[in-house]
């Protein structure tokens, strides 16, 4: 009967390094021991660096923290080329300077060309006797029985199914 085989890896967190503990028999070779060891400590190690991504995902209010001195970073919204930031009340009065400056350019180009305005006034006059006729069409789809009334005095009717050849 062999004899038993047992390997415990211990994680320091304190330190961030890993120590293995080995009791081992005669019964396997160091080869296959530190083939194992080894497989292990890259999946501890895997086990930590996925800790770290938790816990940078859970708490991204913490300083980011590097042993990297060359790493730098800046600020995207504090950066020289960045866009100015406006405040909510500047963004109101500009917004109510355009509207007022809309106003005044329509109120000059009224003044300045009055043929402008007259052909507006020429153009609604046409709109409003499209909308009249379309609503007389709305009228004559909606209301079928209703009569149909003309102005015309030589329009003439025949009812289809009163004349002579109706079957």
């Known amino acids: ?97 355009l509207k007022d400056c809309q106003v005044l350019r329509n109120c000059a180009a009224n003044y300045l060309l009055p043929e402008f305005l007259a052909a507006h006034a020429l153009g609604r006059e046409e709109v409003l006797a499209d909308v009249k006729a379309l609503k007389m069409y709305a009228k004559f789809h909606l209301h079928p029985e209703l009569p149909v009334e003309t102005t015309d005095a030589f329009a003439c009717e025949r009812k289809f199914f009163d004349r002579p050849s109706a079957p």
Not at 8 to 19: D, K, M, N, R, Y
Not at 39 to 49: A, N, T
Not at 56 to 70: A, G, I, K, N, S
Not at 73 to 94: K, L, M, T, V
């Open 1 to 97: 009967m062999g004899a038993k085989q047992s390997v415990h890896t211990v994680l320091i967190e304190e330190a961030g390094s890993i120590e293995t503990i080995l009791i081992t028999t005669d019964d396997e070779t160091d080869a296959e021991i530190e083939s194992g060891l080894e497989e292990r400590r890259m999946i501890l190690k895997d086990c930590s660096i996925l800790k770290q991504y938790a816990a940078f995902h859970l708490h991204p209010e913490r300083p980011v923290e590097t042993v990297d001195p060359t790493a730098s970073a800046r600020c995207y919204f504090n950066r020289p080329s960045a866009p100015q930031q406006e405040s909510i009340e500047d963004a109101e009065e500009r917004i109510r300077t």
